[in-house]
């Protein structure tokens, strides 16, 4: 009766992934450029959501338009969805509106939204990867 109960549990926990409580989706982290008519965007946050489960990270530019991407449990198979959009701001004080900045490129509408952008990233294994993003004034 033991061996039969260690084998139920045995194979149970091969059947859903394994007894160690981790997820079999790897980690993964996109990284690149945004340019904007060829030259690098100074100012925005770029947003890549899995279609699949909707779970989305973004970033704040970085100077020469680099962003840097992460996905703790990502969705490999999968075209993640992008949008571009003004700069998140931090704000510490929950109580205190966050200022707007002034933007000094502006970004066409179509790109604030990941179903109207156009822009797509397929992600084909874990790990890190590189996608530089090209934005269009047309």
Do not use: W
């Not at 699949?52 to 530019?61: D, H, R």
């Not at 003004?86 to 109580?95: G, W």
């Not at 200022?99 to 490129?105: A, D, E, F, L, R």
């Not at 156009?118 to 294994?125: A, K, V």
């Amino acid at each position: 009766m033991k061996t039969l109960l260690s084998l139920l549990l045995v194979v149970g926990c091969v059947g859903m992934g394994g007894c160690s409580g981790k997820s079999s989706r790897p980690s993964a982290t996109i990284e690149g450029v945004v340019r904007y008519n060829g030259q690098p965007l100074e100012q925005a946050s770029v947003h890549f959501t899995s279609p699949l489960t909707g779970e989305s990270a973004y970033a704040n530019l970085e100077n020469g338009g680099k962003y840097v991407i992460e996905f703790p449990e990502a969705d490999v198979g999968q075209k993640y969805e992008i949008a571009v959009r003004r700069p998140y701001i931090e704000v510490e004080d929950a109580h205190s509106a966050p200022k707007i900045i002034p933007m000094k490129v502006a970004i066409p509408s179509k790109y604030h939204h990941r179903t109207t952008s156009g822009l797509s990233f397929q992600l084909e294994q874990g790990g890190m990867q590189t996608f530089d993003i090209e934005l269009s004034k047309s």
